[in-house]
């Protein structure tokens, strides 16, 4: 037996999973398509939260400054899915993959410093800032 063709009878665990959530994705936009009508009643339209009608205006602005907090949020818990992977393959990995990540969790670490010194994830706003500076005083 040839290694290619190993390696392609250890290829179709793969491609069976892949279609599989192919297969699962289909049928799962598929269904509510065949059983659902749409019926509009007299509150299609109107907004509706947690069973409380809102009163006043639906449409409340944040500020910005809380969307770089979640993208950073987003990013370092995404490092953490590197580190556990790593985690699980440690044995493997050995000292050069062990080193390898004291690299990665150092450029985590710095980047982390870096967005603290810059401010980037102080929500506080100008007027609190200058109420804190004024009390240091």
């Known amino acids: 037996m ?4 190993v390696q392609a009878s250890n290829l179709w ?5 892949i279609v599989a ?18 019926r509009p009643g007299r509150a299609t339209g109107e907004p509706f939260e947690s069973g409380i009608v809102p009163v006043g205006d639906i449409h409340v602005r944040l500020t910005v400054r809380f969307y770089p907090v979640a993208i950073f949020f987003v990013i370092f818990d995404l490092e953490a899915v590197f580190i556990l992977a790593w985690a699980v393959a440690f ?13 990665f969790i150092g450029i985590l670490l710095a980047a982390l ?3 603290w010194r ?7 706003t100008e007027r609190q800032k200058l109420q804190d500076a004024r009390l240091k005083i």
């Open 118 to 124: 810059i401010g980037a994830l102080d929500w506080r």
């Open 113 to 115: 410093v870096y967005l």
């Open 21 to 38: 959530i192919f297969a699962v994705i289909a049928i799962m936009l598929a269904i509510p398509r065949f059983l659902a009508r749409p």
């Open 91 to 103: 044995r493997e990995a050995g000292w050069l993959g062990y080193i390898e990540m004291l690299v």
């Open 2 to 5: 040839s290694a290619d063709l």
């Open 13 to 17: 665990p793969f491609i069976a999973y």
